[in-house]
């Protein structure tokens, strides 16, 4: 298996196998040679996903949106990336990122390309984000629309000691990084 070579936190092996395909994709932390592929992804994205991700510019997305990802420096914020193919065909298919909060929580956000969601990818984003997120942070927080249903079922699967807290039409979710399951059925 590839190993991430930069010492930026991802300790575990990058190859994620999308349940039931034979595609081997590898997650690593993004830089700002990014900037073309993510740009791609995010904008290739459906409004429904972009705005789920974003709760709002539903009608793109910005290349200073795309360079904050990118620019991101550990522990601050740290931005991961999951990819398919090689040099010159390199295609972005999932995107995950943490921010910090305050000292002791860092909220989480990832997003999977639409043609590659259900198939498992996002609770190992999830998994790869919580440990790069662990060391720093004792708590992880995401803000979701309280209808966004995808992604409420994967943190009550994949998460211990789930918290939850409506503020208006959204819901903000709070649980220890360490109680982030490390390892996820393929
Ligand atoms: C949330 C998200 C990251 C989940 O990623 P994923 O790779 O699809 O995760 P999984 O394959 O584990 O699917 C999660 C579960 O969500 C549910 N689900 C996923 N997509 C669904 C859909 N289109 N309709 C209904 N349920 C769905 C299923 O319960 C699924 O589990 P199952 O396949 O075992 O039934 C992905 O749906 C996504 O990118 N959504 C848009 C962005 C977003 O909402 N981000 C979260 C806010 S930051």
Redesign the pocket.
């Known amino acids: 298996m590839d190993a991430v070579a930069t010492p930026t936190v991802l300790t575990r092996a990058s190859i994620v196998r999308p ?1 039931g395909l034979g595609e081997a994709l590898r997650l690593r932390p993004a830089g700002e040679h990014d900037v073309e592929t993510v740009g791609a992804f995010l904008r290739g ?1 459906s409004p ?3 705005y ?2 974003f709760h709002a510019g539903v009608a793109g997305v910005s290349d200073r949106v795309v360079g904050r990802l990118l620019t991101a420096t550990p522990p601050a914020r740290q931005t991961l990336v999951l990819e398919r193919g090689r040099s010159r065909g390199l295609q972005i298919v ?1 995107l995950a990122q943490y921010a910090r909060e305050n000292d002791s929580t860092a909220e ?7 043609r ?10 999830l998994a790869a984000l919580a440990e790069a997120a662990a060391p720093h942070y004792r708590t992880l927080s ?4 309280a209808d ?4 409420l ?2 943190l009550r ?1 994949a998460t211990d000691g789930l918290v939850t807290q409506y503020q208006g039409s959204c819901i903000r979710l709070t649980w220890a990084a360490r109680a982030t399951a490390a390892e ?1 059925a393929a």
């Open positions: 349940r994205l429904e996903a972009r789920r991700r999932g989480v956000a990832l997003v999977v390309g639409d590659w969601q259900r198939l498992g990818l996002g609770p190992r984003l995401a803000y979701v629309q966004n249903t995808p992604v079922g994967l699967s996820v």
